[in-house]
């Protein structure tokens, strides 16, 4: 569902396709491959949640809940 894309000077992203089709970035800046996976897998939670109709688990809306406003929008 989502990928995790490297950019010039070691700057990640993570792609994925949104429930409306289209295909938004997060751009995470100087991260690890470690970082940028943990990203990418709850932001693959947060999509099959949505996709399904299901509920959020509560360690992913956790993590939602302590991002930066900007990170969260």
Known sequence: MASIANDPGGRRRVLFVAPDGKR???R???VS???AE???FRVEQL???KMTGH???TDTAGWVAGLEPAMAD
């Open 24 to 26: 938004p970035t997060i």
């Open 28 to 30: 995470l800046g100087k």
């Open 33 to 35: 491959q470690r970082a």
């Open 38 to 40: 943990a990203v990418k």
């Open 47 to 49: 999509l099959a949640a």
């Open 55 to 57: 509920a959020i688990e």
